[in-house]
């Protein structure tokens, strides 16, 4: 999403899933397949930001926990777990990854002009990986910033 | 040139291996100048000649004419060979591959052929072969090359009888250019046949339906009027000797057995052109046929039909496997064959006298190794030649032979090939290099790093410790190029230097291979694969007996002490409480290190599938693969997982 897009009044496909209950969106058209949970594989001394890969379809992938950017204590797996592949440009490079979320809710259209910013009072969210607050319903969802948040180098991501 | 013709193509790329051919041939010559290899470079020039005027490569052909001239002279013994020459030599055939380069006669080639540098070329061979400089431009060259005026002998006639082949002029071949060079042999007396030309509503303007008879008067051998012709192979050529009496009724079939056409057929059923891309094709297609079958054997594994067929399918894919690899395997003579000019040429401009050996070209490696490593070992050449290796002068002050050495050497080591550059310079300055780092901001004044440590710091970037830019080196470019290659390719740098003795720089690079034989591994619930190639032996953990000794960690292996690595802590796992363990015996820097892990499940092929960028940096792993049963196992890297963690050991021991 770039800051350009977001004033002209545009309405887009979002996935919203969940992560610990609270509500998050991405673009419909980052999203490759949503998937029941597989066997991952760990990578030792990885990093906690990609701690795994795991066989979608013959290609691996690594597996990111977007909890470790987003400060969220980690979850165990349950019955509405779903593994969500993503397909992206990562540091300009085309990259499929996958993520895992407690419950994938829906795809909703909204309007992408209307994004909210986050206030500042109140927010526990590192500004830098989300682009700002969308309605869900009744509730909010908050609209990931997915070109800084699945950025390898997070020194670069404080950067810019 | 979209719409190049590809026969024209094919030339191109043809006369580029030949003449790069051509400059080992030069070199060659420099050492050993046997009349064999003079013949070569003289069949060489020939080819390039011949072809060239046949594609259109006027300029070329022209060029190339009078290069053969003084190659005519050196055969007959008429001149002899010396270091002159060969650069000489040298800069023409340079010269003959610009004009190749620009693509066919054309304004680019006019330039060129009248540029100074190609007239002072000329000059320099027409002061070798006696001709006259007025010769040298203009003119129809092809023709007026072969003047039959200069040669001796008594005049013959021939008949010639040349009939194309139908699609000939389809496959770029120009008719016209080879009747013209004809007329160059001599008094030419020329008489198209057109009994196969249809009439206007059946002719196909692509296909030629001509045939010609010529009667050539000339002083030149039969060989000569061949030569002419030695491109189209497959057209119909008779050549006979007109005697005084009535000519001979021409027979087409004569030229069957003649030497020249057979001698090209052979030439491209040697070997097939296939570009790169495809091969990468295969390879992808032969990872998943890999996976795919090591799905197979493990479902087939309850059925006993089902598995001998399965492991029929195995060996069928192992071979094919190995075939297709061996297709991409190239020895890296084809690298170090370019470094021989690189150090004449150098030996000349720095007025250094320095002989390059050479070890170990046949050691073979992926061929998108090859690609990349030509441009770092030329930095690195540079380098020893310019810094390390002294001037004469000093060398003699040194008590020094004043002839410097640049070895080159390449080895096969488990999974990784070693390429050495050694010099017997005047090895690095550590207190220039620590100097340097200081006033760069690299080092802190206070730090006391390694000699080792120093050496490494040469390939920052910028870094340079030299006093004055030369146009060689110096710039300090040049080591941080060879690092960052060397880093893609996922090999790593080694330097040992001792002052006035000289340097050593050792790459270390994985045979990158796509698909290679793994041995698998269990480490509590996660599979890894270690590259069989690294693998010695494999013994129980029991049997080798545990021994600490001053804090080491050793194995005791049929009395041989063998350091070893508790994978679980390398991987920061908790320690396995599962006995018996195994132990993986592996090669590593030479020296033999032992892997402990919980079991051995046996060898697979493994395709190897690199990391994403979120694990690139991961030390350890070569990439992962994908097992029969699905799951993803990782690819361990013996030489990277082993330096990292005999580091940490080696750091943490001074605490302790």
Not at chain 2, 301 to 318: F, Q
Not at chain 2, 331 to 355: A, C, H, M, N, Y
Not at chain 2, 419 to 444: N, Q, V, W, Y
Not at chain 2, 462 to 482: H, I, L, N, P
Request: hydrophobic share 45%.
């Amino acid at each position: 999403m770039t800051k350009a897009s977001c004033q002209s009044s545009s309405y887009e496909m979002v996935l919203i899933f969940r992560l610990s209950g609270e509500a998050f969106a991405i673009s419909v058209s980052r999203v490759h397949e949503i998937l029941d949970p597989i066997p991952v594989t760990e990578v030792p001394n990885a990093s906690a930001f990609a701690p795994a890969l795991v066989n979608v379809r013959g290609a691996i992938v690594p597996l990111i926990d977007i909890r470790q950017r987003l400060r969220m204590q980690p979850e165990r797996p349950s019955n509405s777990t779903r593994l969500v592949v993503l397909e992206l440009p990562v540091a300009g490079i085309p990259t499929r990854l996958a993520i895992m979320t407690d419950a994938v809710e829906e795809v909703a259209e909204t309007d992408i002009s209307a994004l909210e910013p986050i206030p500042d009072l109140g927010s526990r969210w590192p500004e830098q990986y989300v682009s700002g607050v969308i309605r869900h319903g009744s509730d909010l969802a908050i609209f990931l910033d997915t070109e800084n948040l699945f950025c390898p180098d997070p020194e670069r991501v404080a950067q810019s | 040139m979209d719409d190049i013709n590809p026969a024209i193509g094919a030339f191109v790329q043809e006369a580029q291996e030949i003449l790069e051919g051509l400059e080992d041939l030069l070199l060659d010559l420099e050492d050993r100048s046997d009349p064999e290899q003079i013949d070569a470079v003289f069949r060489t020039l020939h080819t390039v000649k011949g072809s060239g005027a046949m594609f259109g490569f006027g300029t070329l052909a022209r060029f190339t004419h009078h290069f053969e001239d003084a190659f005519d002279r050196i055969r007959a013994g008429r001149l002899s060979i010396d270091g002159r020459l060969i650069d000489l030599s040298l800069r023409a055939r340079d010269h003959m591959i610009a004009l190749l380069n620009c693509g066919g006669d054309g304004p680019q080639a006019t330039a060129l052929e009248e540029s100074p540098e190609a007239i002072a070329l000329l000059a320099a061979l027409f002061e070798i072969t006696g001709a006259e400089v007025s010769r040298a431009t203009g003119g129809n060259a092809a023709a007026e090359a072969t003047s039959p005026v200069q040669q001796h002998g008594a005049l013959r006639r021939w008949l010639i009888r040349f009939v194309p082949e139908v699609n000939a002029l389809r496959n770029g071949m120009r008719p016209d250019l080879l009747l013209e060079e004809l007329g160059g042999l001599g008094q030419v007396d020329i008489s198209a046949d057109i009994a196969a030309l249809p009439g206007m509503d059946e002719l196909e303007p692509t296909r030629g339906y001509l045939g010609w008879t010529a009667t050539l008067e000339t002083d030149q051998p039969k060989s000569a009027i061949e030569a002419v012709f030695i491109f189209a192979d497959d057209a119909e050529l008779a050549i006979t000797e007109e005697m005084i009496a009535p000519p001979p009724k021409v027979d087409p079939e004569s030229s069957e057995d003649e030497p020249p056409s057979g001698k090209v057929k052979e030439k491209s059923g040697e070997s097939v052109r296939v570009p790169a891309v495809k091969l990468d094709e295969i390879m992808d297609q032969l990872g998943e046929l890999v996976i795919a079958q090591a799905r197979l054997s493990q479902m087939a594994s309850a059925d006993a039909e089902l598995e001998s067929v399965v492991e029929e399918i195995e060996r069928l894919v192992t071979g094919l496997r190995d075939a297709t690899l061996s297709i991409r395997m190239l020895p890296i003579e084809i690298v170090f064959g370019k470094f021989r000019r690189v150090v004449r040429d150098l030996s000349t401009e720095l007025g250094k006298v320095v002989t390059l050996i050479t070890e170990g070209g046949e050691t073979e490696i992926d061929k998108t190794v090859i690609d990349r490593l030509s441009e770092p070992l030329v930095h690195m050449i540079r380098n020893s030649m310019d810094h390390g290796i002294e001037s004469a002068e000093a060398r003699a002050a040194a008590g020094k032979p004043s002839r410097g050495t640049v070895r080159l050497s390449a080895r096969q080591e488990g999974g990784e090939v070693l390429i050495t550059i050694e010099d017997d310079g005047a090895g690095l300055d550590a207190e220039a290099i620590r100097f340097k780092a200081i006033e760069r901001g690299l080092l802190s004044s206070e730090a006391q790093p390694t000699e080792s440590e120093l050496f490494q710091l040469i390939f920052a970037p910028g870094f340079s410790t030299a006093k004055q830019v030369s146009s060689v080196s110096g710039r300090g470019v040049g080591m941080d190029a060879v690092r960052s290659t060397v880093d893609a390719l996922r090999g790593s740098i080694e330097v040992a230097s001792r002052r006035g003795t000289g340097t050593r720089v050792t790459l270390r690079l994985p045979v990158t291979l796509a698909i290679i034989d793994g041995l698998l591994v269990r480490l509590g619930n996660a599979v890894f694969v270690i590259p069989l190639a690294a693998v010695e032996e494999c013994v129980e953990l029991d049997a080798a007996e545990r021994e600490r000794e001053s804090g080491r960690t050793m194995l005791c292996i049929r009395e041989h002490l063998v350091p070893f690595l508790d994978l679980d802590e390398v991987f920061g796992w908790s320690p396995s409480v599962e006995s018996p363990r195994r132990v993986v015996i592996v090669k590593f820097d030479g020296q033999r290190l032992g892997l402990v892990v919980d079991d051995i499940l046996g060898q697979n092929q493994t395709v190897i599938k690199t990391f994403s960028q979120y694990h690139r940096d991961v030390p350890g792993f070569a990439g992962a693969t994908i097992l029969g049963d699905g799951s993803v196992a990782l690819i361990i890297d013996v030489a990277t997982l082993a330096r990292r963690a005999l580091a940490e050991r080696a750091e943490r021991k001074p605490a302790a």
